[in-house]
């Protein structure tokens, strides 16, 4: 139960420990996509994140199937570019990365950390790792900068435009930024990897991942979902209907999917665990991450008594942190919606591409797979980055400004670093013609995407 009492901070004055064009907050895909725009547009950059890596939910939150690269239809078009497949095509290289049309391509996250550290370096990006905000330094209306939290203590970074890239809108909110958030969220999810697991599938390995629909839209039904389990036939064989009876049985937690992924034959990810909570809770998030974790070990017990090839498995390891699917969506001057997807509206201001179907996980009570409408590529207004009222601030990533529905496809990892790149492309250009966000000509932020590789159209 939270206290009634209170106690007030004393006074004080803080370092000020950098002065640059644009601090990007938050080091996830859409994070990295705008620290390396804005670095590329020639402004000075500076990126603060709260784990000890970069990489955000593709290394720390372990989704190692890195999703919104490419569409699910026929063609199977790439549809995101720029700083994101510069990220993958340097994984790629390495052994770290699938880089090809499947619909999602698995990738190693410790690669993609090694990877994530480079490019910033590449870039010239400055990096504080460890770093928390605490707060929003607003002035006349307008975002001055932030003040963070580190082992070296309390301290503030000012900057002529501030990017939130942290998912969950930490800057946004704190500044005084309107925002929504559902009255029930979807569940978290903590992926971990499998050990020594016999391969029973027929499948090579490198063989693309695509699903034999399209081109036209729409819900993906049974034979779409067969084929969104594929990944599992590689090297697993775990017989859904089987777990689903045992989670009716009381044998099983409350779990989702499972939906399997990996470079390695012998160490499946898997993404199954599911718990109900909100992430900017700390003491909500606190329980469901033990929740999650003793989930984990159940699920993987199970499959080890029962499931063929798990005789000898054990867990190799969980998520440094939990997975987040939704918390606080930005009220920007334009909010994408299901229609914007569904009816494919042209948005003349197009800053990135998506592609990724409309993922709402089911409330609690429905194990399993969901169905999910695919839509053919689909543009983002860059007035979804920009806040109703606040100035020198931009959001990107999943806390971008859509409904609910319209943030179920745009939450995937390359999606969210194509608005980080456009986020951060524009916050360069207002700091270097001293331009608000809002009021940049949207041409000059796409001519310098493209200019970029970014795809926007």
Not at 335 to 359: C, F, H, Q, Y
Request: aromatic share 8%; with cysteine; hydrophobic share 40%.
């Amino acid at each position: 139960m939270a206290s009634n009492k209170t106690y007030t901070e004393k006074e004080r004055t803080i370092d000020v420990i950098a002065d640059v064009d644009v601090l990007v907050v938050g080091g996830g895909p859409a994070g990295i996509g705008a620290a390396v725009g804005a670095a590329k547009t020639g402004a000075s950059v500076m990126i603060v994140e709260n784990m000890g890596s970069f990489g955000g939910m593709w290394t720390n939150g372990m989704v190692i199937t890195l999703g919104g690269f490419n569409c699910w239809l026929k063609p199977y078009r790439r549809c995101v570019a720029g700083v994101m497949g510069e990220w993958i095509a340097m994984a790629a290289k390495r052994g770290g990365a699938e880089d090809n049309r499947s619909w999602v391509l698995s990738s190693d996250p410790e690669i993609m950390k090694l990877t994530a550290d480079e490019i910033l370096t590449k870039y010239g990006v400055k990096c504080l790792l460890h770093t928390w905000v605490a707060d929003a330094i607003v002035e006349d209306n307008a975002v001055r900068g932030v003040i963070v939290e580190n082992v070296d203590g309390r301290s503030a970074i000012m900057a002529k435009n501030v990017v939130d890239c942290t998912g969950n809108g930490d800057v946004m909110a704190r500044a005084g930024a309107e925002f929504n958030i559902a009255e029930e969220l979807q569940p978290m999810t903590l992926p971990f990897f499998f050990a020594e697991v016999e391969p029973q599938g027929k499948i090579p390995m490198e063989d693309e991942l695509i699903i034999p629909k399209g081109p036209e839209p729409g819900y993906l039904g049974d034979v779409g979902l067969s084929y969104s389990s594929r990944r599992r036939d590689v090297g697993v064989d775990v017989n859904d209907p089987a777990l689903a009876e045992a989670y009716r049985e009381g044998k099983l937690p409350f779990f989702g999917g499972p939906w399997f992924g990996g470079l390695r034959r012998n160490f499946p990810w898997v993404n199954t665990t599911r718990v109900y909570g909100s992430a900017i809770n700390a003491r909500e998030l606190t329980d469901c991450e033990i929740e999650a974790r003793r989930d984990a070990h159940a699920i993987a017990d199970h499959y080890r008594a029962n499931c063929k090839g798990f005789e000898r498995s054990w867990i190799m390891n969980t998520a440094p942190t939990m997975g987040v699917r939704e918390t606080r969506r930005l009220v920007g001057e334009y909010t994408m919606t299901r229609a914007d997807l569904v009816e494919n509206t042209t948005k003349a201001d197009s800053i990135a591409m998506g592609v990724w179907p409309i993922d709402i996980h089911p409330p609690k009570g429905q194990n399993g797979a969901h169905d999910m409408y695919v839509p053919v590529p689909y543009q983002i207004s860059y007035k979804a980055l920009v806040p109703v009222k606040i100035d020198n601030l931009l959001v990107a990533g999943r806390c971008a400004s859509t409904d609910r529905e319209a943030m179920g496809s745009m939450r995937l990892g390359a999606t969210c670093g194509a608005m980080g790149q456009a986020a951060g492309v524009a916050a360069a250009l207002g700091a270097q013609t001293g331009c608000t966000p809002r009021n940049l000509d949207y041409k000059t932020i796409q001519s310098e995407l493209l200019h970029q590789g970014a795809i926007i159209e």
